[in-house]
């Protein structure tokens, strides 16, 4: 899948929250360039998934093992708790169907690591009140007829959801662009949201700590 | 252009096959291209599909008006890159393009086997070809690449020498045979059997199966195209008339390319061998000797390229989706590709462009692994 032109998630905030040594399947993993980091700052092992021809010989052509699939079939082939963490970056606004997707993804990953925009962040908020358009922005920058995003959420919005779904989250980071946000905050400021979930095969909890600076 | 001669290997003492005979003496015809390094780590093989043969790149005389038959893929700056590799091309067990088959002379009784050549396997094949990289002095294989049977024989060498090989391309392929591709070579096989010029395969001193075996030829040639390519390219034109005329003379392009394509396969290749290479295909299972595809996969070599195409219903992804699978749950370095194409089965040898920069880029990085 596509990653988003406008939206550079700070890759190295996902880098960090990876227990080095351990098994990762990034879907929608774009050109291969966070498990490209993965692989070489964490000794992870690594696979991606991409629907995209050019995506999958960028992966080759870098030594990433890469299967080119769509997410909107799920994961049935992949077993539970097969991987220590499962990464959906950038992505989670575009598939067809977000729940089945994030209930596949806490049954493979022990844990999963989600970042998603955030459409409460305030200049989308301000341009839906003021101008009444749907918000096109240097964050956003597709027009509502042909924008890849078809499911866009606020932070308030995946808490909900999760908690509706069951799935605890272990950790959150928020950011505006890239710098991260104070909690308070969040709702309002962060242009980017990424979430730790817990997996139903997670490691014990005294295992889960998070190296997050 | 660039020439290459054709070489022959015998082995006297040939190879125990999976029937449990053994089978001698064995000749191989090969071809190479480019260089072997001081370390012997460059060496590619590539393994044909059923009609192939060694004859994989180049020319062999300036006269010749085509090269081979991998010849877009293969030679200097090409995805097999032979200012990089060293490329070996060789005729399978059980063939007719000079390695030993069912047309060949029996020494014990100086006339051709014909049908007392032994049933071969997918597995035997890869046995002689084994052979063939111990004599050429190359102790592991870069890696061993092939589309359809070929294809086969790569996943063959992944399971049976792991050791042998860096890695595998395993293109338009399977794991295993659908039972509507074991059919449509039992179809086949029976076009030839039927023609009464296939005389229990003792044909050699005379008159060939030849209408038999184009036909053979013909329903396979169907099986390799797609609905959609065969619209594009036929549609439902005559090919003489403009008009339907009601009588029989009246032949639609399609039926005219199939006559052509049938004519021309029965020049070149022999009945016998058309039986023995449809029956090893048909055989060929690597979850059987292991229980299962990961079982297989657990124990064989660490990485492979698994590319499959939209149209090929003979091979369809879903076979190729299911191996790579199994790869993937055995720890494999797997990558998997579905390349759009509207060819059906031969798009492995047409789409050349994009499965092309996925080889490039694979060989590559296994190279600088290895």
């Given at each position: 899948m596509p990653r988003h032109e406008g939206m550079h998630f700070n890759y190295d905030e996902i880098v960090r929250l990876v227990r080095p040594g351990s098994s990762v399947l990034d879907l929608?993993?774009?050109?291969g360039e966070l498990l490209h980091r993965l692989i070489h700052r964490k000794q992870v092992r690594g696979r991606g998934v991409d629907r995209e021809e050019a995506m999958i010989v960028q992966c080759i052509a870098r030594g990433i093992s890469v299967y080119q699939g769509d997410?909107?079939?799920?994961?049935?082939d992949y077993g539970s708790g097969s991987y220590d963490y499962v990464i959906l970056n950038q992505t989670l606004q575009m598939v067809h169907r977000p729940v089945m997707l994030l209930q596949e993804m806490v049954r493979v990953g022990r844990e999963v690591i989600v970042n998603f925009p955030n459409f409460g962040y305030v200049v989308n908020r301000m341009q839906l009140m003021f101008f009444g358009r749907m918000p096109v922005n240097?964050?956003?920058?597709?027009q509502w007829y042909d924008t890849p995003n078809i499911h866009f959420c606020t932070r308030k919005d995946f808490v909900a959801l999760c908690a509706e779904m069951g799935i605890p989250i272990l950790h959150e980071i928020a950011l505006r662009r890239t710098h991260r946000v104070p909690p308070v905050l969040r709702n309002l400021f962060a242009t980017e949201i990424c979430f730790v979930l817990r997996g139903n095969?997670?490691?014990e909890p005294a295992q889960t700590s998070v190296s997050s600076s | 252009m660039i020439l290459v001669t054709p070489n022959d290997a015998v082995f006297d003492d040939g190879i125990e096959l999976d029937s449990g005979k053994r089978f001698a003496p064995i000749s191989v015809r090969y071809e190479t291209y480019g260089t072997l390094d001081w370390s012997g780590s460059n060496a590619v093989l590539i393994v044909h599909a059923f009609s192939g043969d060694a004859h994989a790149a180049g020319y062999h005389t300036v006269e010749d008006r085509y090269p081979g038959w991998w010849n877009e893929m293969i030679g200097p700056g090409k995805p097999f890159d032979t200012n990089r590799y060293f490329v070996i091309c060789s005729n399978v067990l059980g063939g007719c393009q000079g390695t030993t088959g069912p047309g060949s002379i029996d020494p014990a009784t100086g006339a051709p086997y014909a049908l007392t050549f032994p049933v071969i396997t997918i597995n035997d094949m890869v046995k002689v070809q084994k052979r063939l990289i111990d004599y050429l002095g190359?102790?592991?294989?870069?890696a061993v690449a092939g589309g359809s049977m070929g294809g086969m024989q790569a996943l063959e060498w992944a399971v049976s020498y792991p050791e042998s090989i860096a890695s595998a391309i395993v293109l338009a392929s399977t794991s295993r045979l659908t039972a509507q591709g074991i059919a449509f070579d039992a179809v086949g096989r029976n076009a030839i059997t039927s023609d009464p010029r296939w005389n229990h395969g003792n044909y050699y001193d005379g008159e060939s199966p030849a209408r038999g075996l184009a036909i053979a030829r013909m329903l396979g040639h169907i099986t390799y195209l797609s609905d959609e390519s065969m619209g594009e390219k036929f549609g439902r034109k005559l090919q003489e008339r403009a008009?339907?005329?009601?009588?029989?003379?009246?032949?639609f392009a399609v039926e005219s390319y199939l006559e052509y394509q049938g004519g021309k396969f029965v020049d070149r290749f022999d009945a016998n061998s058309y039986i023995y290479l449809t029956k090893a295909m048909d055989y060929f299972d690597i979850s059987e000797r292991f229980g299962t595809l990961e079982a297989a996969f657990a124990q064989g070599a660490d990485r492979y390229l698994v590319i499959s195409f939209s149209s090929d219903w003979l091979y369809p992804p879903y076979q190729s989706k299911e191996m790579v699978f199994a790869m993937m749950k055995a720890g494999k370095d797997a990558s998997y590709a579905e390349l759009t194409s509207p060819f059906g089965h031969d798009s492995f040898l047409l789409e050349t462009e994009q499965q092309g920069r996925m080889i490039e880029s694979f060989l590559e990085t296994t190279y600088a692994k290895a």
């Amino acid at each position: 899948m596509p990653r988003h032109e406008g939206m550079h998630f700070n890759y190295d905030e996902i880098v960090r929250l990876v227990r080095p040594g351990s098994s990762v399947l990034d879907l929608g993993c774009g050109d291969g360039e966070l498990l490209h980091r993965l692989i070489h700052r964490k000794q992870v092992r690594g696979r991606g998934v991409d629907r995209e021809e050019a995506m999958i010989v960028q992966c080759i052509a870098r030594g990433i093992s890469v299967y080119q699939g769509d997410l909107d079939e799920g994961l049935k082939d992949y077993g539970s708790g097969s991987y220590d963490y499962v990464i959906l970056n950038q992505t989670l606004q575009m598939v067809h169907r977000p729940v089945m997707l994030l209930q596949e993804m806490v049954r493979v990953g022990r844990e999963v690591i989600v970042n998603f925009p955030n459409f409460g962040y305030v200049v989308n908020r301000m341009q839906l009140m003021f101008f009444g358009r749907m918000p096109v922005n240097r964050d956003i920058p597709y027009q509502w007829y042909d924008t890849p995003n078809i499911h866009f959420c606020t932070r308030k919005d995946f808490v909900a959801l999760c908690a509706e779904m069951g799935i605890p989250i272990l950790h959150e980071i928020a950011l505006r662009r890239t710098h991260r946000v104070p909690p308070v905050l969040r709702n309002l400021f962060a242009t980017e949201i990424c979430f730790v979930l817990r997996g139903n095969h997670a490691p014990e909890p005294a295992q889960t700590s998070v190296s997050s600076s | 252009m660039i020439l290459v001669t054709p070489n022959d290997a015998v082995f006297d003492d040939g190879i125990e096959l999976d029937s449990g005979k053994r089978f001698a003496p064995i000749s191989v015809r090969y071809e190479t291209y480019g260089t072997l390094d001081w370390s012997g780590s460059n060496a590619v093989l590539i393994v044909h599909a059923f009609s192939g043969d060694a004859h994989a790149a180049g020319y062999h005389t300036v006269e010749d008006r085509y090269p081979g038959w991998w010849n877009e893929m293969i030679g200097p700056g090409k995805p097999f890159d032979t200012n990089r590799y060293f490329v070996i091309c060789s005729n399978v067990l059980g063939g007719c393009q000079g390695t030993t088959g069912p047309g060949s002379i029996d020494p014990a009784t100086g006339a051709p086997y014909a049908l007392t050549f032994p049933v071969i396997t997918i597995n035997d094949m890869v046995k002689v070809q084994k052979r063939l990289i111990d004599y050429l002095g190359i102790n592991r294989l870069l890696a061993v690449a092939g589309g359809s049977m070929g294809g086969m024989q790569a996943l063959e060498w992944a399971v049976s020498y792991p050791e042998s090989i860096a890695s595998a391309i395993v293109l338009a392929s399977t794991s295993r045979l659908t039972a509507q591709g074991i059919a449509f070579d039992a179809v086949g096989r029976n076009a030839i059997t039927s023609d009464p010029r296939w005389n229990h395969g003792n044909y050699y001193d005379g008159e060939s199966p030849a209408r038999g075996l184009a036909i053979a030829r013909m329903l396979g040639h169907i099986t390799y195209l797609s609905d959609e390519s065969m619209g594009e390219k036929f549609g439902r034109k005559l090919q003489e008339r403009a008009a339907y005329g009601f009588d029989f003379a009246d032949q639609f392009a399609v039926e005219s390319y199939l006559e052509y394509q049938g004519g021309k396969f029965v020049d070149r290749f022999d009945a016998n061998s058309y039986i023995y290479l449809t029956k090893a295909m048909d055989y060929f299972d690597i979850s059987e000797r292991f229980g299962t595809l990961e079982a297989a996969f657990a124990q064989g070599a660490d990485r492979y390229l698994v590319i499959s195409f939209s149209s090929d219903w003979l091979y369809p992804p879903y076979q190729s989706k299911e191996m790579v699978f199994a790869m993937m749950k055995a720890g494999k370095d797997a990558s998997y590709a579905e390349l759009t194409s509207p060819f059906g089965h031969d798009s492995f040898l047409l789409e050349t462009e994009q499965q092309g920069r996925m080889i490039e880029s694979f060989l590559e990085t296994t190279y600088a692994k290895a």
